[in-house]
């Protein structure tokens, strides 16, 4: 394997010289191989509580397609049931998910944790400052759910990496909370 060196400060100046004449608003959906089209409905259903939108048969995709939502846009993930079972989540790192409050966090590791799931990590990583639970799905996809990432104001402005405070477990990212950002109006 190649090793490559990263140029922080040109990645960071990063820029389109010439903005595209369109504007992306959100991710959109996900679709996942899986080797077990019914096994996985049940783990993203049962599990992470998605709801089914829609299913399509043999006839309509080899291996069959459930169509998944969270909210209500029709899906935000599509499971394809012909997987080969050789994911080694090489191309996508993972996929996260949003929940309204940090309690649903600590819900949602504990659900994990009595499910069997594997879970890669808990807690607070760094940048954005999202507190976390990563984790991995039947068919070794890595997943996230996790509460309050930072938000970048008009101004552009991030925290800065001096404020990130990675925490390893649940428990010591609420104990020790990154700062809160000044939020006074300049006058």
Not at 107 to 128: Q, V
Not at 134 to 157: A, K
Request: glycine fraction near 10%; charged fraction near 25%; hydrophobic fraction near 40%.
């Amino acid at each position: 394997m190649m090793q490559m060196t990263v140029d922080v400060e040109r990645l960071k100046a990063s820029a389109a010289q010439s903005p595209p004449p369109f504007a992306l608003r959100k991710i959109g959906h996900v679709v996942l191989m899986v080797t077990d089209l019914q096994r996985a409905t049940d783990f993203y259903t049962g599990v992470l509580g998605f709801q089914i939108s829609d299913v399509y048969g043999e006839d309509m995709m080899p291996g069959g397609m459930v169509f998944l939502r969270c909210k209500t846009d029709y899906h935000c993930l599509a499971l394809v049931g012909a997987g080969d079972g050789r994911n080694e989540n090489r191309e996508l790192h993972h996929r996260a998910f949003e929940v309204p409050t940090l309690g649903q966090v600590i819900t949602a590791r504990d659900r994990l944790r009595e499910f069997g799931a594997k879970i890669d990590f808990e807690g607070r990583r760094r940048a954005g400052c999202q507190i976390a639970v990563e984790f991995r799905d039947l068919d070794n996809h890595s997943l996230e759910i996790y509460w309050g990432v930072d938000q970048v104001g008009s101004d552009g402005r991030v925290r800065p990496a001096s404020e990130w405070h990675g925490a390893r477990s649940l428990e010591d990212a609420i104990a020790n909370p990154v700062p809160v950002p000044d939020t006074h109006r300049p006058r």
